[in-house]
């Protein structure tokens, strides 16, 4: 069994912080290459930080220089701090990962999301 859960979430207002946490249990094929997405209503889900088969990170142009993703690896938790938090931040944010260890392959491990409400 393999799951992912989501904590953090919250109403916050405008300018205001978060931290998110993924809690990992279960075989998970690796730490690195593991994401962050949200969905807003009405909105596509949106790929907003990630991070390469080094652990590197990358992120959407609407949260660059806002949000960072990290992780602990022994704990296997991954976090995504949300600085500047604007009303559009106001999404379900779910994380997400690979049940294999090469990140070529797609993300087939999900939460089960938290909810931002940024007002």
């Known amino acids: 069994h393999v799951q992912l859960v989501e904590s953090g979430g919250g109403s916050v207002q405008a300018g205001g912080s978060l931290r998110l946490s993924c809690a990992a249990s279960?075989?998970?094929?690796?730490?690195?290459?593991m994401g962050w997405f949200r969905q807003a209503p009405g909105k596509e889900r949106e790929n907003i930080a990630g991070t390469d088969v080094v652990g590197r990170a990358s992120y959407a142009d609407s949260v660059k220089g806002r949000f960072t993703i990290s992780r602990d690896n022994a704990k296997k938790i991954l976090y995504l701090q949300m600085n500047s938090l604007k009303a559009e931040d106001t999404a379900m944010y779910y994380c997400?990962?690979?049940?294999?260890?090469?990140?070529?392959?797609?993300?087939?491990?999900w939460g089960q999301g938290t909810q931002v409400t940024v007002s």
């Open positions: 279960g075989y998970i094929g690796t730490m690195n290459c």
């Open positions: 997400a990962a690979r049940r294999s260890p090469f990140c070529g392959t797609q993300y087939n491990v």
